[in-house]
């Protein structure tokens, strides 16, 4: 389990990342056999922090240990045969109890309003009160842009930009050759050129591309039941929805290249 900042501020105030680690085996988890249904509280291991980036008085600096509290289920998915290897659970399962679960990939889109991309995430549910959030959804990192420049730096360069900061003071800033900086406006500008050409073409003028790259699990009660996946707001608000997703067609792989399909969204 890795703990993230997720500063998404105009100027980023925190880079360090990561904040924390908790790695603990299955048998761990369950405390030797128990159902594993309480809520309990881990120690994280803040070794690969940055703390030089962190404040002098930060808990990590000074000692105090970061917690995270994980709360977990065991699921019986699968039997143990007389042979004592695991067999595919039988089809009769008691009512109410998940026959499986199924793994949705988030990768990314284009064509996303310019003027609601904030906070965006997904919303994919099978049961309603058990619905899987993702978190928001990021504007594509940087493109290569072959250059001698650390991508570190880009969003600095682009923020002190913004700002109209001559290139020769940015390169003074960051400590950068001048004509590293200017390689690299020079090939932003060409990318995002060819960018508003290519929206202009597809009419999307007004629209960004959103990233996520995650995965959301959700346990199947009913194999007839549909997957619905809706993109709300960070109010909750539903902006737009997918068509709904048969579990049976995935498993049965009636639903053609499930494992990686391109839908079309449909705005609310």
Same mark, same amino acid.
């Given at each position: 389990v890795d703990v993230m900042d997720n500063d998404e501020g105009f100027l980023q105030r925190n880079f360090v990342g990561l904040l924390g680690r908790l790695r603990l085996s299955v048998s761990q988890l369950l405390g030797l056999g128990g159902s594993g249904r309480g809520l309990q509280r881990y120690k994280l291991d803040t070794k690969e922090v940055k703390s030089g980036l962190l404040h002098v008085d930060d808990p990590?600096?000074?000692?105090?240990?970061?917690e995270v509290d994980l709360q977990f289920k065991w699921l019986d998915l699968a039997v143990a045969s007389a042979s004592g290897a695991s067999k595919p659970v039988e089809p009769v399962v008691p009512r109410g109890e998940p026959q499986g679960v199924v793994l949705v990939e988030l990768h990314q889109g284009t064509g996303f309003p310019?003027?609601?991309?904030?906070?965006?995430?997904?919303?994919?549910?099978?049961?309603? %009160?058990? !619905? #899987?959030?993702? *978190?928001?959804?990021?504007?594509?990192?940087?493109? @290569?842009?072959?250059?001698?420049?650390?991508?570190?730096?880009?969003?600095?360069?682009?923020?002190?930009?913004?700002?109209?900061?001559?290139?020769?003071?940015?390169?003074?800033?960051?400590?950068?050759?001048?004509?590293?900086?200017?390689?690299?406006?020079?090939?932003?500008?060409?990318?995002?050129?060819?960018?508003?050409?290519?929206?202009?073409?597809?009419?999307?003028?007004?629209?960004?591309?959103?990233?996520?790259?995650?995965?959301?699990?959700?346990?199947?009660? %009913?194999? !007839? #039941?549909?997957? *619905?996946?809706?993109?709300?707001?960070?109010?909750? @608000?539903?902006m737009g929805h997918l068509a709904p997703i048969k579990v049976n067609d995935v498993i049965s792989g009636a639903e053609k290249n499930a494992h990686?399909?391109?839908?079309?969204?449909?705005i609310e």
């Open positions: 990590v600096n000074t000692g105090i240990p970061s310019e003027e609601a991309v904030k906070g965006l995430r997904w919303k994919c549910w099978i049961l309603e %009160d058990q !619905a #899987a959030y993702s *978190s928001n959804g990021k504007p594509p990192e940087h493109p @290569d842009f072959q250059t001698s420049l650390p991508d570190c730096l880009h969003h600095v360069i682009d923020q002190l930009t913004a700002r109209d900061v001559d290139p020769g003071e940015i390169a003074e800033i960051v400590e950068v050759d001048v004509d590293q900086v200017a390689q690299y406006l020079a090939a932003k500008a060409q990318h995002e050129q060819s960018e508003a050409k290519r929206k202009q073409d597809y009419g999307e003028v007004r629209c960004v591309e959103l990233s996520w790259y995650e995965t959301l699990a959700l346990l199947v009660n %009913d194999p !007839a #039941a549909s997957i *619905s996946l809706s993109l709300v707001n960070s109010r909750g @608000d539903v990686e399909t391109s839908r079309m969204l449909s």
